[in-house]
């Protein structure tokens, strides 16, 4: 069964080691993530965006999709079903469609109606064992058609939202979504070290994980960081795969491929197997591999 995802962080975090939390947007990628984490005997996160989970039919869509495909491939490794930067209403409908972690992202409301709407997420979850990720310090570049500009979190905010009984936290420490740009400074990891200083141990959570030298990567692990998102990084693998092989001819529907007939499982299967590959390398980065053994 698909579990929370508080335990797993707080083992990565008196580990030292994080765990990958990658965006789905179809079977395939689902497959991918879920067939890898069993290889690697690594704990997941699977998650969905807002925009993803409308594209794929609804978030019941996603949790059915997610719970069967995890039961039929006998995954024994632990596995949490999260939503993504989620405004309060997707949380709650995230929450009855049986996820079970989820963000709820009052990063772009005032302080105290953030921390107020997380207090409402948070006693509803904890009541049916769903962890919850809230957010202070809005995350650089677009997510789901939302810009910001890459914030850096005050400490005393992290400490007051950590103290509202949430499961992890992610804080705004330079990092945004999506490519960075070439003038990019770099994480603040001096603020990081404060901020989990200031939040009584609870696990931190790095958004915009693609991009970030490895360096970085593991100076914000042993700084506090005990999940890190991955989206874009699959995106561009997913696609260089796939138009690689229709560039090669091989999704031409005409000649040989018109007389077996056209085949969408093979067109989709280069975008499979380069996920795989990355989500295996980031694992690997992350310091996860056996863990869940």
């Given at each position: 069964?698909?579990?929370?995802?508080?335990?797993?962080?707080?083992?990565?975090?008196?580990?030292?080691?994080?765990?990958?939390?990658?965006?789905?947007?179809?079977?395939?990628?689902?497959?991918a993530i879920l067939t890898t984490a069993e290889e690697l005997k690594s704990p997941?996160?699977?998650?969905?965006?807002?925009?993803?989970?409308?594209?794929?039919?609804?978030?019941?869509?996603?949790?059915?999709?997610?719970?069967?495909?995890?039961?039929?491939?006998k995954i024994s490794v632990p596995v949490a079903l999260h939503l993504d930067h989620?405004?309060?209403?997707?949380?709650?409908?995230?929450?009855?469609?049986?996820?079970?972690?989820?963000?709820?992202?009052?990063?772009?409301?005032?302080?105290?109606?953030?921390?107020?709407?997380?207090?409402?997420?948070?006693?509803?979850?904890?009541?049916?064992?769903?962890?919850?990720?809230?957010?202070?310090?809005?995350?650089?570049?677009?997510?789901?058609?939302?810009?910001?500009?890459?914030?850096?979190?005050?400490?005393?905010?992290?400490?007051?939202?950590?103290?509202?009984?949430?499961?992890?936290?992610?804080?705004?420490?330079?990092?945004?979504?999506?490519?960075?740009?070439?003038?990019?400074?770099?994480?603040?990891?001096?603020?990081?070290?404060?901020?989990?200083?200031?939040?009584?141990?609870?696990?931190?959570?790095?958004?915009?994980?693609?991009?970030?030298?490895?360096?970085?990567?593991?100076?914000?692990?042993?700084?506090?960081?005990?999940?890190?998102?991955?989206?874009?990084?699959?995106?561009?693998?997913?696609?260089e795969a796939t138009i690689a092989y229709c560039a090669a001819g091989k999704a031409?529907?005409?000649?040989?491929?018109?007389?077996?007939?056209?085949?969408?499982?093979?067109?989709?299967?280069?975008?499979?197997?380069?996920?795989?590959?990355?989500?295996?390398?980031?694992?690997?980065?992350?310091?996860?591999?056996?863990?869940?053994?």
């Amino acid at each position: 069964m698909l579990v929370s995802a508080a335990e797993m962080l707080k083992k990565a975090k008196a580990g030292h080691y994080a765990v990958g939390h990658f965006n789905t947007n179809n079977l395939e990628w689902t497959k991918a993530i879920l067939t890898t984490a069993e290889e690697l005997k690594s704990p997941v996160i699977i998650s969905v965006s807002m925009g993803a989970g409308k594209y794929m039919g609804g978030y019941t869509v996603v949790a059915a999709l997610v719970k069967s495909m995890h039961d039929s491939l006998k995954i024994s490794v632990p596995v949490a079903l999260h939503l993504d930067h989620g405004n309060y209403d997707a949380a709650l409908a995230c929450i009855d469609a049986g996820f079970t972690s989820v963000m709820f992202d009052g990063s772009s409301l005032p302080l105290e109606e953030n921390v107020e709407k997380t207090k409402t997420i948070v006693k509803l979850a904890h009541s049916k064992g769903i962890s919850v990720e809230a957010e202070v310090g809005a995350i650089g570049g677009t997510e789901d058609g939302i810009t910001a500009d890459g914030e850096v979190a005050d400490p005393k905010d992290c400490a007051l939202m950590a103290s509202l009984g949430i499961d992890f936290l992610a804080a705004g420490i330079g990092n945004i979504h999506g490519i960075y740009p070439a003038d990019w400074t770099g994480l603040h990891i001096d603020v990081l070290n404060d901020i989990n200083a200031a939040t009584n141990n609870i696990p931190l959570v790095l958004h915009g994980g693609t991009g970030i030298p490895d360096d970085q990567i593991r100076a914000a692990i042993k700084n506090g960081v005990s999940k890190i998102n991955v989206n874009t990084d699959c995106q561009l693998v997913f696609a260089e795969a796939t138009i690689a092989y229709c560039a090669a001819g091989k999704a031409d529907p005409s000649g040989d491929n018109k007389e077996k007939g056209y085949d969408p499982r093979k067109l989709l299967k280069p975008g499979y197997e380069a996920i795989k590959a990355k989500v295996k390398e980031k694992m690997e980065l992350f310091g996860s591999v056996g863990k869940a053994a």
